[in-house]
């Protein structure tokens, strides 16, 4: 199969009946087809572009006006012993964690751009940086779907520590490389004038956020066309049958082949029937795994970068299989009997209505707070490289 497809002309085939069956999907269902687009325009606008655009400045920011350098002179005694990347991609780290997918990415492809990690540093970061953001695992996972915040707090916990798990791992990527041993300390700090620093954020940030919309409304059309046409329900039964030995029906592999393909919907399906262990230990795995529709948003950042992108899909497989499994380990130790109060049932309500200013304001304050937040570390980095230069002057005379 794999001679067969690789191919020329078996590819040029496959290719265009995969397009002409997307154009009679079109004429046959143009309604649906609509619907879809205008239900992945609504969650960009509602959801993507009020959560990213911010974050994406921020990014920008950190890196461009040095704070994650000076980040990196705080924590290099830290990121090189335990994933064995230089002290500013901490600012990946954190930004991953915080921002969500794919803010983590971003950040580490701009370290790389600005000098501050190396091409294996960065295959390493992309590896295990690109992170659900806490607001989506608590508010949206947590409230929305599962109706318990103890649920969100399981699978945020699982999620970070999977992701630690992966870096831990990835260490030992590319370990002999000369370019691993050149680089043993924090590279010169680079800092750029805060006006041209802010306008190319912008204008980086708007481009980045554009690209992301584009895709979550393609990948909202397509799910949308594989159930139309029963492509996806087909396939379902196929992998239920195949994965009968391990408890999977045809309900559990449709759920899992939407998860894979988009994180959001994914998650959505899991509302539905099953035990409580089984939609959890899905659940973290895709949230870990991202779906496909996260890692073409990734691709279009990476573009000609030149970093290895199997690093990636590898770390975020890895991710989403440890996620899992720690989850299920949880959840056996300290079983969770779910109940839907009144509460949490607004709870939902309200997340359901949240509207765009507000989404803005709340990823807006949450933006500036981490700023803040590597402002100081900065602030402490700077303090901590004076006394040291302090010391060495001491020590000299």
Not at 24 to 47: D, F, K, T
Request: net charge positive; proline share 3%; charged share 15%.
């Amino acid at each position: 199969m794999g001679r067969l497809l690789s191919k020329e002309s078996v590819r040029e085939i496959c290719v265009g009946t995969a397009l002409l069956c997307c154009a009679l999907a079109l004429v046959c269902w143009p309604r649906e087809i609509g619907a879809a687009v205008q239900s992945g325009l609504e969650l960009c606008y509602n959801v993507i572009l009020p959560s990213l655009f911010p974050f994406f400045i921020l990014t920008s920011l950190v890196i461009s006006l040095g704070l994650a350098g000076y980040l990196g002179r705080l924590l290099e005694p830290v990121m090189r012993p335990l994933f064995h990347v230089s002290g500013p991609c901490a600012a990946a780290l954190a930004l991953g964690f915080v921002g969500g997918y794919p803010v983590g990415a971003r950040a580490a492809l701009t370290l790389y751009e600005n000098g501050q990690c190396t091409k294996t540093e960065a295959e390493r970061l992309l590896a295990f940086c690109n992170n659900s953001g806490p607001a989506f695992i608590l508010g949206v996972v947590g409230a929305g779907i599962f109706a318990d915040s103890r649920v969100g707090l399981l699978l945020c916990l699982t999620h970070a520590a999977a992701s630690v798990c992966v870096g831990l791992i990835f260490r030992f990527y590319r370990w002999g490389d000369r370019e691993n041993r050149k680089q043993r300390s924090c590279p010169p700090i680079r800092a750029q004038r805060f006006a041209a620093a802010f306008t190319e954020a912008v204008k980086g940030a708007l481009s980045s956020t554009l690209n992301i919309c584009a895709f979550v409304v393609c990948f909202t059309v397509i799910l949308r066309m594989g159930f139309l046409s029963g492509i996806l329900p087909a396939l379902a039964g196929l992998l239920g049958r195949l994965l009968a030995p391990l408890g999977f029906s045809r309900l559990w592999a449709e759920r899992l082949l939407t998860g894979i393909l988009e994180v959001s919907s994914g998650v959505w399906s899991l509302t539905g029937d099953g035990s409580l262990g089984g939609r959890l230990s899905m659940a973290a795995f895709m949230l870990g795994w991202a779906g496909i529709s996260v890692h073409c948003q990734v691709l279009s950042f990476l573009g000609e970068s030149g970093l290895n992108v199997r690093t990636y899909v590898g770390g975020k497989l890895l991710h989403g299989l440890i996620s899992a499994a720690l989850t299920a380990l949880v959840f056996r130790l300290f079983p969770l009997e779910a109940t839907v109060s009144s509460y949490l049932t607004r709870q939902v309500a309200g997340i359901a209505g949240t509207d765009f200013y507000t989404a803005l304001t709340v990823s807006t304050a949450a933006a500036w707070v981490v700023f803040l937040l590597f402002f100081l570390a900065a602030a402490l980095g700077i303090e901590k490289g004076r006394r040291n230069a302090g010391k060495r002057r001491s020590g000299v005379l």
